[in-house]
């Protein structure tokens, strides 16, 4: 392989590209090598009908792009990255390692496993690349471990859309003060817009404060929302707790503060997204789906309502159930049917209003994989479950949205089903991060569970 005295070898499992496909561009100066092992689980991959299909596809689509008009010998030397046309800083090589010639002994791990070879290649390419460095990239734990003991002197997760290290960093869209608010305050400068008062302070007060982030404290006697804020102070609208607590959207009040702030982000239109996180039995999709009703057929602010989820079985089996892809999706959006039932359960005839709600409200159940190329106008878009996507995919349906459009995102990242993702490397937790200051959406976290005792028993002590 060419010699790159300037940059380091980075070697890519398989989930790396189905994570981010176009992962090998994310290492500026250094050289990228893909072990054949990972073309060939890539080629098996991309014909299973698997939520990280459409993944492989575009990465070897990508990897074809790279390495399109260069001779065997060097794809295997390395062909220089700067050639591939799109918006990235990549200056190192491409290389594909041929992990076929490697012969099995009994000093290295059985190459009958795919990550054995992986394994095996990233040892060779180290011995052979000494004494620059090679790194062994994935996210598999296990992995991780098993090449450390294998003798791999570097081995690193994928950290390039990683924003935060540990999870209990991640914004929950709120702050809550220690005791009394108006007792740490000192000079305010309070104006009245129609019936909402505004309270300009020293930025001392909140230092690390976010666009829209919600402000409350321990006596549960001051509720307000960052409305502006520069480097010196921070303007905040008074929300009142009473007020907030009397919230009502589709006949659907607040348990409790969190669940206040949530409806009020949901009920406000000038928030573009809002993302609800928390434990199971928090309220996210009730809430979501009561303040998506009161906004479309009560106000008429919107024309329908899109609800799409992704579960690691979906695209897997919708193809093998019955009727329409509304039918389809139904046993996997069943917490919005349940939610529908609950919000009609005393009605004189349940099953009358729901089907009269959901020709009124023009409720879809869509595919997320049927998102992707539409463009939605005038709609409350719902994504839950959205812990188990990845930014990329995120990426997709939020660039769906066009005129008019309002997106719910849900999620708990205590329930993670993806295998290719964690509580810090999720979708969800990419975009609570990326979106944080961004003035058009809204965060909260439902801290609480409000279905039953049982419920949250589970989720405190499980």
Same mark, same amino acid.
């Given at each position: 392989m060419s010699e790159n005295k300037a940059g380091k070898y980075f070697i890519l499992d398989t989930n790396i590209l189905l994570h981010d496909p176009l992962a090998f561009l994310n290492f500026d100066e250094h050289n990228v090598i893909i072990p054949m092992v990972v073309l060939e689980e890539?080629?098996?991959?991309?014909?299973?009908n698997k939520d990280v299909s459409r993944e492989a596809r575009v990465a070897i689509r990508s990897l074809e792009e790279a390495l399109k008009e260069a001779r065997p010998d060097e794809i295997i030397d390395g062909v220089k990255l700067s050639r591939m046309h799109g918006e990235h800083n990549a200056q190192g090589t491409l290389a594909i390692f041929p992990d076929y010639q490697l012969e099995q002994n009994e000093s290295v791990l059985s190459l009958s496993e795919n990550d054995h070879r992986i394994i095996q290649a990233a040892l060779e390419i180290q011995k052979d690349?000494?004494?620059?460095?090679?790194?062994?990239?994935?996210?598999?734990? $296990?992995?991780?471990?098993?090449?450390?003991?294998?003798?791999?002197?570097? +081995?690193?997760?994928?950290?390039?859309d990683q924003l935060i290290d540990d999870i209990r960093l991640l914004t929950k869209g709120f702050y809550k003060f220690e005791g009394d608010f108006w007792s740490q305050v000192g000079s305010v400068e309070?104006?009245?817009?129609?019936?909402?008062?505004?309270?300009?302070?020293?930025?001392?007060?909140?230092?690390?404060?976010?666009? $829209?982030?919600?402000i409350i404290d321990e006596t549960s006697s001051f509720a307000a929302r960052v409305d502006t804020y520069d480097k010196d102070s921070v303007t905040l609208m008074d929300l009142g707790v009473e007020r907030l607590m009397s919230y009502d959207a589709w006949g659907v009040r607040p348990k409790n503060i969190y669940q206040a702030m949530a409806l009020h982000a949901l009920l406000d239109t000038h928030m573009d997204m809002v993302i609800l996180t928390g434990p199971a039995g928090s309220g996210k999709t009730f809430l979501a789906l009561s303040a998506a009703l009161q906004m479309v057929v009560e106000q008429g602010i919107y024309e329908k309502i899109i609800v799409t989820r992704n579960t690691p079985e979906i695209a897997?089996?919708?193809?093998?159930?019955?009727?329409?892809?509304?039918?389809?999706?139904?046993?996997?959006?069943?917490?919005?049917?349940?939610?529908?039932?609950?919000l009609h359960k005393h009605d004189e005839s349940m099953e009358s209003s729901l089907s009269y709600?959901?020709?009124?409200? $023009?409720?879809?159940?869509?595919?997320l994989n049927f998102m992707r190329g539409?463009?939605?106008?005038?709609?409350?878009?719902?994504?839950?479950?959205?812990?188990?996507?990845?930014?990329?995919?995120?990426?997709?349906?939020?660039?769906?949205?066009?005129? $008019?459009?309002?997106?719910? +995102?849900?999620?708990?990242?205590?329930?993670?089903?993806?295998?290719?993702?964690?509580?810090?490397?999720?979708?969800?937790t990419y975009i609570v991060e990326r979106f944080k200051d961004y003035p058009g959406s809204a965060t909260v976290n439902l801290n609480g569970v409000v279905r039953s005792s049982l419920a949250q028993f589970a989720e405190e002590h499980l």
């Open positions: 890539l080629d098996k991959i991309k014909d299973r690349k000494s004494p620059a460095e090679v790194v062994l990239v994935t996210k598999d734990i $296990n992995m991780r471990l098993k090449a450390k003991g294998a003798g791999m002197k570097y +081995v690193e997760d994928y950290r390039t309070t104006h009245q817009e129609g019936r909402d008062a505004y309270h300009t302070m020293g930025r001392e007060l909140l230092p690390q404060v976010f666009a $829209n982030e919600y897997e089996s919708i193809g093998y159930l019955p009727g329409t892809e509304e039918e389809k999706m139904a046993p996997w959006l069943s917490a919005i049917t349940d939610s529908l039932e609950a709600i959901m020709k009124k409200a $023009n409720i879809q159940f869509k595919s539409r463009s939605i106008q005038n709609a409350i878009v719902i994504l839950d479950e959205a812990q188990n996507l990845t930014a990329s995919q995120l990426k997709t349906l939020i660039t769906r949205c066009g005129e $008019n459009t309002k997106l719910i +995102v849900s999620g708990n990242l205590a329930q993670i089903d993806s295998y290719y993702l964690t509580a810090v490397t999720s979708g969800l």
